[in-house]
């Protein structure tokens, strides 16, 4: 299977700063890969799609970017809705995989 | 408006069996692949399993061993998941997954608990 390893694990952060997560896969997937936004008690909620594409409805200041084995989420000034886990997900094979989760923290 | 609702969670020993439903509606159920992730308590994201619309392609997590079964009914826009010889670590709200890459086609339903436990 392909690994997903994501850094930081937790990530500490004030409203208005510019936050960023790495995401990086053990074997390219070329772009195919999504993020998520989870908050406590609630299902996930698919932020970016193909690396950098933006889902329906999603605040603009939320970018991805990479390809190949590296990945980057950035939040570009953090409003309090944005206190959640986030998660990375190959799905350039069929067996789809996650990764570990960032949980970004109110400093 | 897109609804998927598991129901069968629940208490289970060890070594026991457990079978996970989910109902689809507001979509063509029949049209689109459809998957099962589980989340520990406190815990990260684990998928588990998914199926292709017309049940001729079916891949699970390495880590599964063959114990775990899923499969859909088209007919009655359901997926399922059969979870034999359960463990400890098998603990966790699964939930079932439209997991569409592409915009506003991508749904989760609430999730279901399952707990194994003696």
């Known amino acids: 299977d392909i690994q997903m390893t994501q850094s930081p694990s937790t990530l500490s952060a004030s409203v208005g700063d510019r936050v960023t997560i790495t995401c990086r896969a053990s074997?390219?997937?070329?772009?195919?890969l999504a993020w998520y936004q989870q908050k406590p008690g609630k299902a996930p909620k698919l932020l970016i799609y193909?690396?950098?594409s933006l889902e329906s409805g999603v605040p603009s200041r939320f970018s991805g970017s990479g390809s190949g084995t590296e990945f980057t989420l950035t939040i570009s000034s953090l409003q309090p809705d944005d206190f959640a886990t986030y998660y990375c997900?190959?799905?350039?094979?069929?067996?789809?995989?996650f990764g570990q989760g960032t949980k970004l923290e109110m400093k | 408006e897109v609804h998927l609702v598991e129901s069968g969670g629940g208490l289970v020993k060890p070594g026991g069996s457990l079978r996970l439903s989910c109902a689809g509606s507001?979509?063509?159920?029949?049209?689109?692949?459809m998957h099962w992730v589980r989340q520990a308590p406190g815990k990260g994201l684990e998928w588990v399993s998914s199926?292709?619309?017309?049940?001729?392609?079916?891949y699970y997590a390495d880590s599964l061993k063959g114990r775990f079964t899923i499969s859909r009914d088209n007919a009655n826009s359901s997926l399922c998941l059969q979870m034999n010889s359960l463990r400890a670590e098998d603990t966790a709200v699964y939930f079932c997954?439209?997991?569409?890459?592409?915009?506003?086609?991508?749904?989760w339903g609430q999730g279901t608990l399952v707990t194994v436990s003696s």
């Open positions: 997900q190959q799905y350039n094979s069929y067996v789809y995989t």
């Open positions: 193909k690396a950098s």
């Open positions: 074997q390219s997937i070329i772009r195919w």
């Open positions: 997954a439209r997991l569409a890459a592409a915009p506003g086609l991508n749904y």
């Open positions: 507001g979509f063509t159920f029949s049209s689109y692949i």
């Open positions: 199926i292709s619309s017309s049940s001729t392609s079916i």
